[in-house]
């Protein structure tokens, strides 16, 4: 990784090399003499070479991804797993040269993850040591001492003795029931030093993570957070790196009502025993303009942030609105056939989707695009043999908007909802 001018780092661009091969003579001699033979033939084409960014505990971890969340459907429904459409697409995947794997528990797919991991490990060269496997901690196994079982059950299902990144997937927990768990994410982080301690998980981390959050983890933290996966929000307000008292005087209230409604919905868990897990300093920064790690998203201050705490920030979500089929009404642009980056992407051969991602990896950010396409899969890691000019990162910078995809805003009123 190098630096850039603005003090973010990028990933260098690595040409891909295809093999080719001088036929021997003999050969060359032994085929019959109207068929013209060449003197160099190519004997495999190079899948993507993809570097890697170093984590703060030593590890390495591929700057892309593939991600293996299935989404929500025209309805916004989310859809089911089917028999074995992510293991195909990880087994493409591992074909075209990634070697990073984003999956979670909630996902309901880590079993065909581990179906395509086992089977490649059986019958290439790949080894465990060769790939990079990140799953997660739902909300739902928060208690300290639930962390170890809910990730040997993950472990299982991936067919795996350890995974090289566990994050705690949201700092919001919940009962099985889907009602609140307001007990404190600090305690479910020393669960996480406890499976990395016993062996795991190589690296651990957070998911969806505002600042102040991330911070009090830091303060008791042994093992410090080595990255951060978000679709991210603004650490301040707009006005500057303080919010002013108007915006101060508005999350007061916001969070008065919040908590009013959260107290009326879960009856007596607000005890005064327990008054004390709602830290009114978590007010203190989110102001509730939207952000994340696209386009439509950009987060230049958390980026910064987290780079200064030696935290590698992981991007999901990486195309945002970028496409028409997802884009919300009010989404703002732009749209994958937008005529400043279709010229841009153009220039260097590549598509708008491959632009978006390069730009991630050049403000410093390790994108996990998902696709169970063959055709997209191999498109989204084609990003490391070009390199965009200042120009036109300012470009794609000015497409910021603060604008989130995934608000989950069935947990706004919980204490402990980040954005
Ligand atoms: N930590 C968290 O809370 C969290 C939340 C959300 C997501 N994630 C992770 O981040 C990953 C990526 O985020 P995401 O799945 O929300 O969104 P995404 O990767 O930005 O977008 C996925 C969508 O884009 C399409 N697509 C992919 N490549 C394309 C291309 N080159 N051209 C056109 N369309 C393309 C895919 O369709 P096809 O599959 O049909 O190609 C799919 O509909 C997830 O899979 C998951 O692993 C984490």
């Not at 639930?146 to 995974?163: C, M, T």
């Not at 919905?265 to 025993?273: A, H």
């Not at 695009?369 to 470009?395: C, G, M, Y």
Request: charged share 20%; net charge neutral; aromatic share 10%.
């Amino acid at each position: 990784m190098s630096t850039t001018p603005n003090g973010l780092y990028h990933a260098p661009p690595v040409m891909k090399q295809d093999v080719y091969m001088t036929l021997p003579r003999q050969l060359k001699q032994s085929i019959p003499s109207p068929t013209r033979v060449p003197d160099v033939v190519l004997v495999a084409k190079a899948s993507a070479v993809v570097p890697d960014v170093t984590l703060n505990d030593g590890h390495k971890m591929p700057a892309l991804g593939l991600g293996t969340w299935l989404g929500y459907n025209a309805q916004g429904v989310r859809e089911r797993p089917k028999a074995s459409e992510v293991q195909e697409a990880v087994t493409w995947a591992l074909d075209a040269g990634y070697r990073h794997i984003d999956t979670a528990y909630i996902y309901r797919v880590e079993d065909q993850v581990g179906r395509a991991l086992t089977d490649k490990f059986k019958n290439s060269n790949l080894t465990r040591q060769d790939i990079f496997v990140t799953t997660k901690l739902w909300n739902d196994f928060h208690g300290e001492d639930q962390v170890i079982p809910a990730l040997q059950e993950s472990l299982r299902n991936l067919n795996l003795d350890y995974v090289d990144l566990y994050l705690i997937h949201w700092p919001v927990g919940q009962y099985a029931n889907g009602t609140f768990d307001a007990r404190d994410f600090v305690d479910t982080w020393r669960g996480m030093e406890a499976a990395q301690r016993a062996g795991l998980t190589r690296s651990i981390g957070l998911s969806n993570f505002n600042r102040d959050q991330i911070d009090r983890i830091l303060a008791v933290a042994e093992i410090k957070p080595a990255a951060l996966q978000v679709e991210h929000k603004k650490w301040a307000s707009s006005a500057g790196q303080i919010p002013t008292f108007t915006e101060y005087a508005r999350e007061v209230a916001a969070f008065a009502v919040s908590f009013l409604s959260v107290r009326e919905s879960l009856g007596g868990l607000f005890t005064p025993s327990t008054l004390p897990l709602i830290r009114l300093t978590s007010i203190r920064y989110p102001i509730r303009s939207q952000e994340a790690i696209n386009l439509n998203l950009q987060q230049p201050d958390l980026v910064a942030y987290c780079k200064q705490k030696g935290i590698v920030v992981v991007g999901y979500t990486p195309f945002g609105s970028l496409f028409y089929s997802r884009a919300r009404e009010d989404a703002p642009p732009p749209r994958a056939d937008d005529p400043q980056l279709v010229a841009i992407a153009g220039k260097y051969g590549k598509t708008v989707p491959q632009l978006a991602l390069r730009y991630l990896v050049e403000i410093g950010v390790v994108p996990i695009p998902k696709s169970v396409a063959k055709e997209r899969i191999e498109q989204n890691i084609d990003v490391f043999d070009f390199q965009l000019t200042e120009e036109e990162r300012q470009v794609l910078k000015s497409f910021d908007r603060n604008y989130r995809v995934l608000p989950q805003l069935k947990w706004k009123d919980h204490p402990y909802y980040p954005f």
